[in-house]
């Protein structure tokens, strides 16, 4: 084949979708699994720091460090098998155990390979924690029932066998006097490590998920005591839209306020809400996946998602499409108001410009008054210097000066107003 350059991520995108293989585990055994997510939705994970305490946990055992900006991690630690992953909001870890098939079902020092110092150094808080107990399927099932009724709260209890018989899988998704959930899974003897191992990591996703899709509910109850009083103020501001005696641009900028806060709890939500839903989708999938079948009669997990978390997600989608139809209605509502004030304005202008126009008028007339006048005294003024001018011819008419000025008087006025009008002409 002839050399071609390559793409600089082609590399790095085709070895993206093996980067988090499933552990390989055989029954009997256990696992102890811990999500940390950061507080606040607004603060980035740091990976450094996310890295920094893997290695941390990893030096205590003389583990070999992951490679530098690593995002997952797989490799012994002791006597376990840890399994490290970093994703967007929050960082995983999971710690496998063969030795403890024998121990007390979901015993507390499952946990102690996190040791409480190390915890309490960790980057972020715990979002949610895990014990699972991975033993293999008896021939009979009652002995299945016997152990799910000691360990789990029958009334929220899911159980199921999944892919196809290759286990059977419970939890009620309750957390335990230790702080930890619980989840059992009985894998038939022919089931091989991989799958058991994609039995496992399926239970830890759906619980991760679905807690992360929850924080979502968790918003969407803090936003409702608010969303019910800028609703209710919405309402009454549109109400008083119809009244011609309220004053508009008082109207108008009470709407612009509830707009402004509509899109700030908007864009302070909008995140939150676009990842609940891809959570919620991630559950959805993970369930599918399984490929449950009904054991005994038991509810299984899609079955106690439908019941149990379904309406929590439909609440998220109601808020978030209540908040976006608030946010449009208070645009409409200020778009016509705000059309309503420009009309009331422009009939304000065009009562302005009549009065405008009838002041122009008294003033035209006050001005051909004043030029009347202005001819007069312009006349009387000429008269005079005429009449100065003139005065020596009365010796040699024997006209008297009276006479005179009453002959010039009438030539000058017209002289003057034709000069005036004709100055005026010019001007305009």
């Known amino acids: 084949m002839a ?22 585990m055989s029954a009997p055994c256990t696992a102890a699994y811990i999500a940390i997510k950061q507080p606040n939705d607004a603060v980035s994970r740091d990976r450094d720091n996310d890295l920094a305490h893997l290695t941390s946990l990893l030096d205590r055992h003389g583990a070999p460090h992951p490679q530098p900006g690593a995002t997952h991690y797989y490799g012994q630690i002791g006597k376990h098998w840890l399994k490290w992953e970093q994703h967007t909001e929050f960082v995983t870890y999971t710690a496998f155990s063969e030795a403890g098939g024998a121990a007390r079902p ?12 190390w915890l309490e150094e960790a980057p972020g808080q715990r979002i949610t924690s895990a ?13 299945i029932t016997q152990d799910l009724d000691d360990w789990f709260v029958a009334e929220s209890l899911a159980v199921s066998e999944v892919l196809d018989g290759a286990g059977i899988v419970a939890g009620d998704f309750r957390i335990d006097v230790n702080g930890h959930l619980r989840f059992a899974v009985f894998v038939d003897s022919g089931t091989s490590a991989r799958r ?19 924080l979502g509910f968790a918003r969407v109850r803090a936003l409702q005591p608010r969303l019910n ?8 501001l549109m109400s008083a839209m119809t009244d011609e005696t309220a004053p508009a641009e008082r109207t108008l900028h009470d709407l612009l306020t509830i707009s402004a806060e509509l899109e700030t709890l908007s864009a302070q939500s909008s995140f939150r809400f676009g990842a609940t839903g891809a959570y919620e989708a991630l559950v959805n999938q993970r369930i599918e996946a399984l490929r449950e079948a009904r054991f005994q009669g038991r509810q299984h997990f899609g079955e106690f998602m439908m019941r149990r978390y379904v309406p929590a997600m439909r609440t998220v989608t109601s808020a978030e499409r209540r908040l976006d139809a608030m946010s449009s209605r208070s645009i409409r509502a200020s778009n016509l108001l705000r059309t ?3 009309v009331e304005r422009s009939a304000q202008n065009q009562a302005l410009l009549e009065s405008m126009d009838n002041r122009s008028d008294l003033q035209l007339r006050l001005q051909r008054t004043v030029e009347g006048l202005s001819v007069v005294a312009i006349s009387y003024y000429a008269v005079s210097l005429v009449g100065y001018l003139t005065y020596p011819v009365t010796d040699i008419t024997g006209v008297s000066k009276g006479t005179l000025s009453a002959i010039v008087t009438l030539p000058v006025v017209a002289f003057v107003w034709w000069a005036i009008r004709r100055l005026r002409a010019r001007v305009e």
């Open 340 to 342: 309503r004030v420009d």
């Open 229 to 236: 009083a800028l609703d209710t103020k919405l309402t009454s």
């Open 106 to 117: 979901f015993d507390p020092t499952y946990f102690d390979v996190f040791p409480a110092d």
């Open 3 to 24: 050399p071609i350059k390559d793409h600089p991520l082609r590399y790095k995108l085709a070895n993206e979708l093996h980067a988090r293989p499933f552990p390989s």
């Open 196 to 214: 058991v191992g994609r039995i496992i990591q399926r239970l830890c996703e759906i619980e991760t998920y679905k807690t992360m899709s929850m």
């Open 131 to 143: 014990l699972l107990h991975i033993s293999e399927r008896p021939a009979d099932d009652g002995s």
